[in-house]
């Protein structure tokens, strides 16, 4: 007889985790020990279900590496015992936590889904309750007695990414993320349908090792047409900086004057890496395909590739953070570490 798979819901914080109060129209936060009782269509899931709550939930704008690596720890220490993990996360910030804890887990053989809403679980119109359950069903979903899908992923409005590849794309629609550059790993319609050729490839015979995120001083550089050198100057002169990421033009363009490119020079002489990223919603970064981009080859900017800016984000945090076990920033940053870009 097959196991019942077990699952742990971890609520961090977020509009999903709360419920009105219709008499003063406030929220507050909502009660997991009785989620059966809030949710009842959870008694039609073949899995049994466990919850933890952050003593005092957290807004996902005020989230940092410390949270991150409390969830992480959270998982870690009950990995043992629940077969899936449901992390519920305010939807504004969960593209970084999300991409954050996929670098943090290597040897993962459990899937971890983040999920969250843009209405109060409570609310008439609600997407909280399908978010919840659908994420559930797929952390259960086994095949032979194997979790179906075994990486870290995002699940909202019917679709489930991976997470280093989503970015939030709307503050006011129910389908608020994306994936740009990579599939979908699943849909949900009549039936949950499973790309498992998108799948990131596993193993269930590696332990699974954990590494934290340290919160390092790193700048996001959007560049914009007449950005001026003082700017520039100013913001690479930032003491004890850790690294950059540069939101570059296209398909990786920079300005081509004297004043930018001594700057970048400079800056990588001071052992500081750049990674160049394109600003766009979609596409790649290609070094030298144009002119305005081949002196930035040349000085050995690295290449973010396809890579989102939440991802580039927390795995520069990541390699910088474990810098002593995982050499050579530049050939990690241009690897894929858990699906995260596509080289050319």
């Known amino acids: ?15 999903i985790g709360m419920m009105r109060d219709y ?10 020990d009785r989620i059966y009782k809030r949710i009842p269509e959870l008694n039609h899931l073949d899995c049994t279900i466990d919850s933890i709550s952050f003593d005092d939930p957290i807004d996902s704008s005020n989230m940092n590496p410390f949270h991150w690596n409390t969830i992480a720890e959270t998982i870690l220490s009950n990995y043992n015992k629940a077969d899936g993990f449901v992390v519920l996360h305010g939807s ?4 970084y936590t999300a991409s954050a804890i996929s670098f943090m887990f290597k040897n993962l053989s459990k899937p971890i889904i983040f999920t969250g809403s843009q209405l109060p679980i409570g609310d008439l119109r609600t997407d909280a309750k399908e978010n919840m359950i659908t994420a559930i069903e797929i952390a259960a979903n086994q095949f032979n007695d194997k979790p179906t899908i075994a990486e870290v992923c995002i699940y909202f409005e019917y679709k489930l990414y991976r997470a280093n590849r989503t970015t939030k794309i709307s503050a006011e629609q129910f389908e608020a993320f994306d994936s740009p550059n990579y599939p979908d ?7 949950l349908k499973f790309n498992k050729h998108y799948f990131l490839a596993h193993t269930y015979n590696e332990k699974v090792i954990l590494r934290k995120i340290n919160n390092k001083n790193i700048v996001l550089l959007k560049l914009f047409p007449g950005i001026s050198q003082a700017v520039v100057k100013h913001i690479f002169a930032t003491p004890n900086l850790d690294g950059i990421i540069l939101e570059a033009f296209g398909s990786g363009n ?3 004057s004297d004043w930018f490119i001594d700057l970048l020079k400079e800056t990588l002489k001071r052992n500081i890496p750049i990674v160049d990223v394109t600003q766009c919603v979609a ?5 030298g395909k144009y002119e305005t981009s081949a002196k930035l080859l ?7 590739y396809d890579i989102t800016t939440e991802a580039a984000l927390t795995k520069m945090l990541y390699l910088l953070s474990n810098a002593d076990e995982l050499t050579d920033l530049k050939t990690l940053f241009e690897s894929s570490l858990r699906g995260e870009i596509t080289p050319i």
Not at 1 to 15: E, F, R
Not at 23 to 32: E, H, P, Q, Y
Not at 283 to 287: A, F
């Open 185 to 191: 790993l699943a849909e949900s319609g009549v039936h």
């Open 1 to 15: 007889m097959a196991k019942i798979p077990h699952i742990l819901i971890i609520y961090t914080g977020g509009t």
């Open 298 to 304: 040349e000085m050995g900017l690295i290449n973010g």
């Open 92 to 95: 504004d910030t969960m593209a």
């Open 283 to 287: 596409g790649s970064v290609v070094l």
């Open 23 to 32: 008499k003063t129209n406030v929220l507050k936060a909502f009660d997991f």
């Open 254 to 256: 920079a300005p081509t």
